[in-house]
Nanobody, 127 residues
Framework: QVQLVESGGGSVQAGGSLTLSCTAS???????MGWFRQAPGKEREGVAA????????YYAASVKGRFTISQDNTENTLYLQMNSLEPEDTAMYYC?????????????????????WGQGTQVTVSS
């Protein structure tokens, strides 16, 4: 069992930056980890993911070049650095981890493939 706790959300103006953190209760560096978001009335969508053991990263086209996913293995913490934020980025952001797999792969954005989820942290971007 892995418990995930997100933090770092808040309200910013368009063009601003935020860094989200996700702390895992257990060593998660050998798991595929991802960030998802869900805006009111919309489906949950994959934002970014990171292969276990410091491997490849994956990004949604809408955030590529603006967001960076990374992991601090010594602290069991996953990060999402978000720059040049846009009002369209407003959503609840969730951290997630796959069970038994270090590889995110081409299906990294499928939320049903992730076993563990945090409670979410709200990001609001105003124009």
């Amino acid at each position: 069992q892995v418990q995930l706790v997100e933090s770092g959300g808040g309200s910013v103006q368009a063009g601003g930056s935020l860094t989200l953190s996700c702390t895992a209760s257990r060593n998660s560096k050998n798991k595929c980890m991802g960030w998802f978001r869900q805006a009111p009335g919309k489906e949950r969508e994959g934002v970014a993911a990171l292969n276990g053991l410091g491997g490849s990263t994956y990004y949604a086209a809408s955030v590529k070049g603006r967001f960076t996913i990374s992991q601090d293995n010594t602290e069991n913490t996953l990060y999402l650095q978000m720059n040049s934020l846009e009002p369209e980025d407003t959503a609840m952001y969730y951290c997630a981890a796959k069970q038994g797999s270090w590889l995110c792969g081409s299906t990294w954005s499928r939320s049903f493939e992730y076993t563990y989820w945090g409670q979410g942290t709200q990001v609001t971007v105003s124009s």
